[in-house]
């Protein structure tokens, strides 16, 4: 089984190895998710531009309240939601999914699911 800097560090060498391939545009900005032991977190960034056009995450005061009862899978996809609405705000309907090296499963999927209910494409 492996300890948790070798799993970090697999982690972090599948996320460079994906960001080679995944850049986020002005017209499809990438849609970045990094998830801890406690929280998780979304930003959606416009990689030419080096610049942050929204972000989410269960330490956000939107959804801090809501989460207090909940588990983790439903913070994630409260978070996907938040950010979807604020990507419409700034104008932003079509992204890049970059799921940070993680599994598509778990809080990483709802996060995913939250954000396509909310109308953004990937």
Do not use: C
Request: hydrophobic letters at 35%; charged letters at 35%; proline letters at 1%.
């Amino acid at each position: 089984m492996a300890g948790g800097r070798e799993k970090r560090q697999g982690r972090e060498r599948r996320h460079r190895r994906v960001r080679k391939r995944i850049v986020g545009s002005a017209q499809r900005p990438r849609l970045s998710v990094f998830r801890s032991a406690r929280h998780i977190y979304a930003q959606i960034i416009d990689d030419e531009q080096g610049k942050t056009l929204a972000a989410a995450s269960t330490q956000s005061r939107e959804i801090r309240e809501q989460t207090k009862a909940s588990n983790k899978t439903a913070a994630a996809k409260l978070v996907g939601e938040l950010l979807a609405a604020k990507a419409m705000a700034a104008r932003v309907d079509q992204v890049v999914f970059d799921r940070g090296g993680y599994k598509f499963h778990g809080r990483v999927k709802a996060l995913a699911t939250g954000v396509r209910e909310r109308g953004l494409k990937f």
